[in-house]
Nanobody, 116 residues
Framework: QVQLVESGGGLVQPGQSLRLSCITS????????MNWYRQAPGKEREWVTV????????YYADSVKGRFTISRDNAKNTLYLQMNSLKPEDTAVYYC?????????WGQGTQVTVSS
């Protein structure tokens, strides 16, 4: 079955960095684009960024553009999100996701808290 497992979240101060990972299995990772989403307490889930299957194309929400970088290691079936210059408003549970044959798949999420 499709599995996506996020890790790397934690508590950091504003301005600091984190790198999230999403280890995948159960599908041909190299064939699919991958997304990061986040959901803050009391808020709707928000799309953050996407990367194409090859890694050649990336797109970012305006809220994170210039600060976050999505990447993938297809040899390791792993997706990454490098988050720099973190702000309190980045506090959320971060999820990796993909769409396979019309269905969305999600990981369990990893908590990122940005607070002084």
């Amino acid at each position: 079955q499709v599995q996506l497992v996020e890790s790397g979240g934690g508590l950091v101060q504003p301005g600091q960095s984190l790198r999230l990972s999403c280890i995948t299995s159960g599908f041909t990772f190299t064939n699919y684009g991958m997304n990061w989403y986040r959901q803050a307490p009391g808020k709707e889930r928000e799309w953050v960024t996407v990367i194409s299957a090859s890694g050649g194309n990336t797109y970012y929400a305006d809220s994170v553009k210039g600060r976050f970088t999505i990447s993938r290691d297809n040899a390791k079936n792993t997706l990454y999100l490098q988050m720099n210059s973190l702000k309190p408003e980045d506090t959320a549970v971060y999820y990796c996701s993909t769409h396979i044959r019309g269905s969305a798949y999600w990981g369990q999420g990893t908590q990122v808290t940005v607070s002084s």
